[in-house]
Each structure stands twice: as structure tokens, then as C-alpha cells.
T-cell receptor, first 113, second 115 residues
Framework: GAGVSQSPSNKVTEKGKDVELRCDPI?????LYWYRQSLGQGLEFLIY????????KSGLPSDRFSAERTGGSVSTLTIQRTQQEDSAVYLC???????????FGPGTRLTVT | AQSVTQLGSHVSVSEGALVLLRCNYS??????LFWYVQYPNQGLQLLLK??????LVKGINGFEAEFKKSETSFHLTKPSAHMSDAAEYFC?????????????FGKGTTLSVSS
């Protein structure tokens, strides 16, 4: 596609439920990042993928958060047993072609009730 | 370690006035610096980047930023504000010496433009 896409655009879930957020990066981009944007914390790095490997998971806030990437393309961020503090906009970015630019998707707004 | 401080969470200007959004960074290695803009309910769009070439960087929509090592600053400017510039602006630094280039963002500055 022309840009990074994310789905769903909005997700409302009940506390304790699991959610999956999807990111489709720009075709051919080998690097993929997840960030979280919340009112209290601003923009925070969560995890970085190079191909299907995640050499940097340092930003994942707890073991309820996990992510995978398959085929060097689509990535899924999973949050188990959601809590209200997980409410935020989750942004995905991809990077490739030897450049530093990260191209961001529109984000998924997660609301935990 | 890297960090970014954006001075002023909210800046208001009149249409046609100078825009100045302030960003100071801290980095233990030569930094790579970025400005992103976010319009309501949209993702982040890259305005410009500094990657150790020219210290005055020109970006899209008439914005530019100057890297000043002595002041550890990378302020964003635009000579004449337009109503369409109203958005949230983020300064970011890249920890390029590490695997991957995860961006470290400032808290953001909301720019309001009045007619």
C-alpha cells in the first residue's frame, strides 16, 4: 500500500479482555516500531522489529504486552487482561531503504472501560 | 541516554506571525533530530530531520529548524503562520548508536493559529 495502515482505528473493550492491534507497514520496509501515545506519558516506544525479530522489547510496559511480526510484514500487538491504564493511541511506524525516516500509521485508539 | 524537552505545551500565534517552537535535547552521542506534526485523529508526519549535514534544515510546508550544538537546541520556525498549521508538533531524537532507531519524543507543543 501507499502508507502504513493500522486496524482497527478504534477499539473499545472491557477491563480484563484481550485485544489485538494490527499494523501493515509500507511494502519492503524491514524495520517496524510500535509506540504508545497517552495523555499522561506522551509518546513512548514499545518495541522494535527488524524483519521478524524483535531485538528491542525494552519499552513493553508489562508481560501482558506482546507483539509478533510474520513474513517480515504484518505485525500484531497483543494486550492481555487489559487494564484502564492501557487506554491510549497505539501507533505503528515502519522504516526502510537505509533512511532514518519512520513513517507512521494513523493509530488505533484503545479505550478500556 | 537521550532526552528531549519541548518548552511550552501550547503556543498561540496570529495568522501571518512568526512561529517558533522550542526543542532542547540531551544526547550522549551525536544526535539525529526530527520534527513531526500531528493533525487531529491522524498519525505523525515528518516535517524535517537533522542528520549531521547542514545545520539549517528546511522541511515541508515552509518550516525550518536550526541545529545549535552549543545550545543543544533544535528549534522549529516558520516565518508566517497559516491557519492550516494548527496542530501538535513533536520534537524527537534518535538513539542511532543502538540497534534500531527508536525515537524518543518530547511531550509535544500544540500550535493554535488565530485569524
Amino acid at each position: 500500500g501507499a502508507g502504513v495502515s493500522q486496524s482497527p482505528s478504534n477499539k473499545v473493550t472491557e477491563k480484563g479482555k484481550d485485544v489485538e492491534l494490527r499494523c501493515d507497514p509500507i511494502s519492503g520496509h524491514t524495520a517496524l516500531y510500535w509506540y504508545r501515545q497517552s495523555l499522561g506519558q506522551g509518546l513512548e516506544f514499545l518495541i522494535y522489529f527488524q524483519g521478524n525479530s524483535a531485538p528491542d522489547k525494552s519499552g513493553l510496559p508489562s508481560d501482558r504486552f506482546s507483539a509478533e511480526r510474520t513474513g517480515g510484514s504484518v505485525s500484531t500487538l497483543t494486550i492481555q487482561r487489559t487494564q484502564q491504564e492501557d487506554s491510549a493511541v497505539y501507533l505503528c511506524a515502519s522504516q526502510g531503504g537505509g533512511t532514518l525516516e519512520q513513517y507512521f500509521g494513523p493509530g488505533t485508539r484503545l479505550t478500556v472501560t | 541516554a537521550q532526552s528531549v524537552t519541548q518548552l511550552g505545551s501550547h503556543v498561540s500565534v496570529s495568522e501571518g506571525a512568526l512561529v517558533l517552537l522550542r526543542c532542547n535535547y540531551s544526547s550522549s552521542v551525536p544526535p539525529y533530530l526530527f520534527w513531526y506534526v500531528q493533525y487531529p485523529n491522524q498519525g505523525l508526519q515528518l516535517l524535517l530531520k537533522y542528520t549531521s549535514a547542514a545545520t539549517l534544515v528546511k522541511g515541508i510546508n515552509g518550516f525550518e529548524a536550526e541545529f545549535k550544538k552549543s545550545e543543544t537546541s533544535f528549534h522549529l520556525t516558520k516565518p508566517s503562520a497559516h491557519m492550516s498549521d494548527a496542530a501538535e508538533y513533536f520534537c524527537a531524537v534518535s538513539a542511532f548508536n543502538q540497534a534500531g532507531t527508536a525515537l524518543i519524543f518530547g511531550k509535544g507543543t500544540t500550535l493554535s493559529v488565530s485569524s
